[in-house]
């Protein structure tokens, strides 16, 4: 019975210093996330001078645009695939669709979209943030 209580002190005794050493090290971990943080912001804002010539209307409308079109060519291309899979006259021929092709398409799906979301929100806020304008 006695080496019973003495193996379960042992026990315990290692486990609370395993979860203090666990404790640890995520501290530190964090610590180190923090200070990476601080790095990439201190890189950025040092890049952010030399940047700022890159945001003007000369540079910024051509990339938007190229960004709209690519986007609705996209979603236009993956439509027709759509479509031409669809038709009665390609069913005969019709391989299966496989999971990865499956998963590609939604994917591109959602980048197309959330490209087209984030040109919209960067035409109307733009005039706001830049130019202490209204959007409208």
């Not at 960004?67 to 006259?89: K, M, S, T, Y």
């Not at 994917?107 to 005039?127: C, D, F, K, R, S």
Request: charged share 10%; net charge positive; proline share 4%.
């Amino acid at each position: 019975m006695q080496s019973t209580k003495g193996l379960a002190a042992v026990s315990g005794t290692a486990m609370v210093m395993a979860l203090l050493q666990s404790l640890c090290t995520a501290i530190l971990t964090i610590n180190g996330i923090r200070v990476g943080i601080g790095v990439a912001a201190l890189a950025a804002s040092s890049i952010a001078a030399p940047l700022l010539s890159f945001h003007r209307d000369a540079i910024r409308i051509p990339m938007l645009s190229i960004a709209v079109v690519g986007a609705v060519l996209n979603l236009a291309v993956l439509a027709w695939i759509w479509h031409l899979r669809a038709r009665p006259e390609s069913q005969w021929r019709k391989q299966p669709v496989t999971k990865k092709q499956r998963w590609s398409e939604r994917l591109q799906v959602a980048m197309a979209i959330a490209t087209l979301l984030l040109a919209g929100l960067e035409i109307y806020t733009h005039p706001i943030v830049n130019h202490g304008a209204s959007a409208f």
